[in-house]
């Protein structure tokens, strides 16, 4: 096998993988809206139904929000000693946390 018919075979097996990701690339937002959306699925004989998981994960949700409503608030803790090392030294600050 000379250079040539390597180099033709790398191509050729190449392109339809290539050609699957650019696809996949370019339709990603499209793709993710599509998953969002879905409720549920069927593959190689296995069921899932995700709308049913969906919707107790949300209503555990809203029980733990109307039960602690403090969680909803952000909480920051700043403390002099790390502030003054953030300011002089942001990288240690980083490795600080």
């Known amino acids: 096998m ?7 075979n790398v191509i050729g097996s190449l392109a339809w993988p290539i050609l699957v990701g650019v696809v996949i690339y370019l339709l990603r ?4 809206a599509l998953l969002r959306r879905m409720k549920g699925a069927k593959i190689a004989g296995t069921e899932l139904a995700f709308d049913e998981a969906l919707e107790k994960a949300q209503e555990g949700a809203e029980i733990v929000a109307s039960e602690h409503p403090e969680a ?3 909480v920051y803790f700043l403390d002099e000693r790390k502030l003054e090392l953030a300011n002089k030294f942001p990288e240690a600050a980083i490795l600080g946390a």
């Open 2 to 8: 000379d250079w040539k018919t390597f180099f033709a």
């Open 29 to 32: 937002d499209e793709m993710a």
């Open 72 to 74: 909803h608030q952000p």
